[in-house]
């Protein structure tokens, strides 16, 4: 295959997604090279699917929910954490206490060390 079809095969699977003026241009460009476009969408195809399989596998800390509208979205862990503290309410005043304690247990170590 043409070198400057798998260069733009590659930056377009990058992205993450096939946008279809982005497959409509490698197609062009293919065509005008002389490569057979079949060959050339199943790689690309090919392609996008290992990309987002090796993207799938490096972020499986990730977390996801669907939305009112059915929409897939990420959740950071703060927001994880904050919706955890909202159903629990006595883990969330244990959590403070416990915070608390330990500040001044800190203190109170911090003020042994300098005497």
Same mark, same amino acid.
């Given at each position: #295959? ?7 095969? @590659?930056? &377009?699977?990058? &992205?993450?997604?096939?946008? @279809?003026?982005? *497959?409509? &241009?490698? #197609? *062009? *460009?293919?065509?005008?090279?002389? @490569?057979? %476009? ?8 090919? @392609?996008?699917? %290992? ?8 972020? &499986? ?20 954490? %904050?919706? +955890? +503290? /909202?159903?629990?309410?006595? !883990? /969330?005043?244990?959590?403070? +206490?416990? !915070?608390?304690? !330990?500040?001044? +247990? ?6 042994? %060390?300098? #005497?």
């Amino acid at each position: #295959m043409n070198p400057e079809i798998e260069k733009l095969i @590659e930056l &377009t699977v990058a &992205t993450g997604e096939i946008t @279809e003026k982005k *497959r409509e &241009t490698i #197609m *062009r *460009r293919a065509k005008i090279l002389g @490569e057979d %476009l079949d060959e050339v969408e199943l790689i690309l195809n090919g @392609e996008l699917a %290992l990309s987002k399989n090796n993207k799938s596998i490096n972020n &499986t800390a990730d977390v996801y929910e669907i939305n009112k509208n059915k929409q897939v979205v990420n959740i950071s862990l703060y927001q994880i954490i %904050l919706s +955890f +503290f /909202k159903q629990h309410k006595l !883990l /969330k005043y244990s959590a403070i +206490f416990f !915070l608390v304690c !330990l500040t001044f +247990f800190l203190f109170s170590l911090l003020l042994l %060390l300098l #005497m």
